[in-house]
């Protein structure tokens, strides 16, 4: 089961694919695409929506491809995720009930309530240069 939705989870692989170059390079859609398996369509769709939210910059011409538009560290995992889907992983109901809210809770809503708090607080202070540097330590692959 997924928390996030894949254009979310695309997004924050794709943002975390920019910021771990070291030459600060602007990046391809079609590399990242290719390098992470990602449908180059689908892809596109997610960058542009985080390129207009003014956390990628995006150049066009032979070198062109996206950049991060301001420093890594000041960009965290919720200013992503917020940009790719809205506020819906944190204002909606977890089982998608309609009428569920304050007046009306499913049965889920109390317990989910405060696990999303915890959850938005946790990805409004993750940086995405916290998790680049912490991804690296631990060697763990962005793409194939």
Same mark, same amino acid.
């Given at each position: 089961?997924?928390?996030?939705?894949?254009?979310?989870?695309? #997004? $924050?692989?794709? /943002?975390?694919?920019? !910021?771990?170059?070291?030459?600060?390079?602007? @990046?391809?859609?079609? +590399?990242?695409?290719?390098?992470?398996?990602?449908?180059?369509?689908?892809?596109?769709?997610?960058?542009?929506?985080?390129?207009?939210?003014?956390?990628?910059?995006s150049t066009r011409?032979?070198?062109? #491809? $996206?950049?991060? /538009?301001?420093?890594? !560290?000041?960009?965290?995992?919720?200013?992503? @995720?917020?940009?790719? +889907?809205?506020?819906d992983l944190f204002?909606?109901?977890?089982?998608?009930?309609?009428?569920?809210?304050?007046?009306?809770?499913?049965?889920?809503?109390?317990?989910?309530?405060?696990?999303?708090?915890?959850?938005?607080?946790?990805?409004?202070?993750?940086?995405?240069a916290r998790l680049?540097?912490?991804?690296?330590?631990?060697?763990?692959?962005?793409?194939?």
């Amino acid at each position: 089961m997924a928390l996030i939705s894949k254009s979310s989870e695309y #997004g $924050l692989r794709a /943002a975390l694919y920019i !910021a771990a170059r070291p030459d600060e390079a602007h @990046v391809s859609v079609r +590399e990242m695409s290719a390098q992470m398996d990602i449908s180059f369509h689908f892809l596109t769709k997610i960058l542009q929506r985080m390129t207009r939210a003014g956390l990628l910059a995006s150049t066009r011409g032979a070198k062109g #491809g $996206l950049a991060l /538009a301001k420093p890594a !560290a000041k960009i965290t995992l919720l200013d992503i @995720v917020r940009s790719v +889907e809205g506020d819906d992983l944190f204002r909606e109901c977890i089982l998608g009930l309609a009428g569920c809210g304050e007046k009306r809770p499913c049965p889920l809503h109390r317990y989910w309530g405060k696990e999303r708090s915890r959850i938005e607080k946790l990805f409004r202070k993750m940086t995405l240069a916290r998790l680049a540097r912490e991804t690296a330590r631990d060697g763990l692959r962005l793409a194939d």
